[in-house]
């Protein structure tokens, strides 16, 4: 048995307390304290869902020396998620019932955060073949995504969203452009021509949504069943205007933004580090403010880390060569707590609905609220500030865009189903 003593809640339903919080046989027992072994002090912080991260990159199998299941899911708990969605392209890509059998079995065996596998959409994503839906599911696959690969054949997503639509698994895409992005580094515009680098213009994401909108249209006018297609890590205004109306419409679609995309743009480029060098590219000032404006009127139904671990001499060769991809599961939380939340009054409620009900919503899963009988799957946040500190990290990835940036909000304590799996209390 844990109490929680003095604390405030924080739940997509809003915000209460304090109260004193009585945590065992996995649940909360009850909110009205009670007699326990353990006791915290939550005097000051905040408790809240265990987070759900849709879009994580742990790099095992294949490339281990990036990331494996031990350091990445052990990130993902010091981050404050209890639930991680790993992505399948990997070495080989996770494109068979064994590889997400396989996978599942090890991270369970870690005790850290629960792994659920994203499985490739088609064989060894090359975007040609499906591959078994029904058995990925039955092995505990939760989405079908080719991420990394932008499915440039329009037919075999609408086959594919088909085929998952009688499952309910969700279809996630990586909307770009293969020919309008060409080898963009950056994005596209006045800045990337002033720095003499090639860019990756925001039309190359808006016209890739556009087309898996009538692609969606049309597979939920072929099918029986309901698919969902879900648009990864949006960054751009006018992509997010085609979802907003594609909402309107009534059509299954879900988004998701990243930490990056809305804390930094394009401007962070004029050093030339490849710490910024990500795909999408981190875009203009009017698209970060239109992404802030998705998340507050629901056009975007989660953040997503899209953490993409890579080895520090990969990130440290010249912009033009280097990897795309930012590591964030240890900051994503505080990072927007304190750019979001603390300085922009962006409601906290609604934050938390971004890293807990919204996620779980795309994958189909119930809400998770703070109530008597509710699985103990929860993160304890302390406002205190400190600075971000990437030598400190558990992803074996030490960097971060980020590196100094006073942040609070940080998780001090994680639990799932009652059992801490992270601690930093003080
Ligand atoms: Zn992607």
């Not at 919080?21 to 000051?44: H, N, W």
């Not at 065996?109 to 058995?135: C, D, F, I, N, V």
């Not at 680098?197 to 016209?207: D, H, R, S, V």
Request: proline share 8%; net charge negative.
């Amino acid at each position: 048995m844990i109490l929680i003593r003095n604390v405030r809640l924080v739940d997509a339903m809003g915000e209460r307390g304090p109260l004193d919080v009585l945590i065992g046989e996995g649940r909360i027992l009850s909110l009205e304290g009670g007699e326990a072994k353990q006791v915290v002090d939550g005097t000051g912080c905040f408790l809240a869902p265990g987070f759900l991260d849709l879009h994580a990159h742990l790099r095992e199998p294949g490339e281990e020396v990036k990331e494996d299941l031990f350091s990445g899911l052990l990130a993902a708990v010091r981050g404050g998620y209890t639930d991680l969605v790993s992505m399948p392209n990997t070495k080989p890509p996770v494109d068979t019932p064994e590889a997400v059998r396989a996978l599942k079995e090890k991270a369970k065996a870690l005790g850290l955060a629960r792994l659920h596998p994203a499985a490739a959409l088609t064989e060894k994503q090359e975007g040609k073949t499906l591959t078994p839906a029904g058995l990925l599911q039955e092995a505990g696959a939760v989405l079908l995504t080719d991420d990394g690969r932008t499915n440039e054949d329009a037919g075999v997503l609408a086959a594919g969203l088909l085929m998952a639509a009688p499952l309910g698994l969700p279809v996630a895409v990586h909307a770009e452009d293969a020919g309008l992005r060409r080898n963009g580094v950056m994005n596209d515009g006045p800045l990337a021509d002033l720095l003499g680098l090639p860019g990756n213009p925001t039309e190359a994401e808006a016209a890739r949504i556009a087309r898996d909108l009538e692609v969606l249209r049309y597979a939920l006018r072929r099918s029986p069943a309901t698919p969902r297609l879900h648009v990864q890590h949006l960054s751009t205004k006018r992509g997010l205007e085609l979802v907003r109306e594609a909402k309107r419409a009534g059509l299954p679609v879900t988004a998701e933004a990243t930490p990056h995309h809305l804390t930094l743009t394009e401007e962070a480029l004029r050093t030339f580090d490849p710490l910024f060098k990500v795909a999408p590219p981190l875009r203009g000032e009017e698209d970060r403010e239109a992404l802030l404006e998705g998340l507050l009127d629901g056009t975007l139904d989660a953040i997503a880390t899209d953490h993409a671990p890579h080895t520090l001499a990969e990130k440290e060769m010249d912009l033009l060569r280097a990897p795309f991809g930012i590591p964030s599961l240890e900051v994503a939380f505080p990072l927007l707590y304190t750019e979001l939340h603390l300085k922009r009054g962006f409601p906290l409620r609604r934050l938390v609905e971004l890293f807990t009900d919204g996620p779980r919503r795309v994958l189909g899963l119930p809400p998770l609220h703070l109530e008597e009988g509710t699985e103990a799957s929860l993160v304890l946040l302390d406002p205190k500030e400190r600075p971000v500190d990437p030598q400190g990290f558990a992803s074996k990835a030490r960097f971060s865009p980020w590196t100094g940036w006073r942040l609070g909000g940080w998780p001090v304590l994680t639990l799932v189903e009652g059992r801490i799996v992270h601690e930093a209390l003080e």
